[in-house]
Nanobody
Framework: QVQVVESGGGLVQPGGSLRLSCAASGSTLGAYTMGWYRQAPGKQRELVATIRSSGSTNYADSVKGRFTISRDNAKNTVYLQMNSLNPEDTAVYYC???????????WGQGTQVTVSS
């Protein structure tokens, strides 16, 4: 079983950048596909980006070219670098770990990202 904790959210102006971190404990990340999801007020939670243990990545169309997901298995940490932020990116961002064999999902508590002038 893995526990994940997000950090790095905050208030940023349009056009700015933030880097989110997801620290995992209880298990090594090599057995998990890691992902970032977000949920804006009144909307469903949506996929932002995922990264497999191989390093292959997948992005939502709305963030392609602006966001970059990466992982450091040695540090058991996953990152989401967010550039060119706009108000539509405002949401609570959640880290997800999905076991590659059993499909079990683990979620963090979320970190708020607010893009506003």
């Amino acid at each position: 079983q893995v526990q994940v904790v997000e950090s790095g959210g905050g208030l940023v102006q349009p056009g700015g950048s933030l880097r989110l971190s997801c620290a995992a404990s209880g298990s090594t990340l090599g057995a998990y596909t890691m992902g970032w999801y977000r949920q804006a007020p009144g909307k469903q939670r949506e996929l932002v980006a995922t990264i497999r243990s191989s390093g292959s990545t997948n992005y939502a169309d709305s963030v392609k070219g602006r966001f970059t997901i990466s992982r450091d298995n040695a540090k058991n940490t996953v990152y989401l670098q967010m550039n060119s932020l706009n108000p539509e990116d405002t949401a609570v961002y959640y880290c997800n770990a999905r076991h590659i064999v059993y499909g079990t999902n683990y979620w963090g508590q979320g970190t708020q990202v607010t893009v506003s002038s």
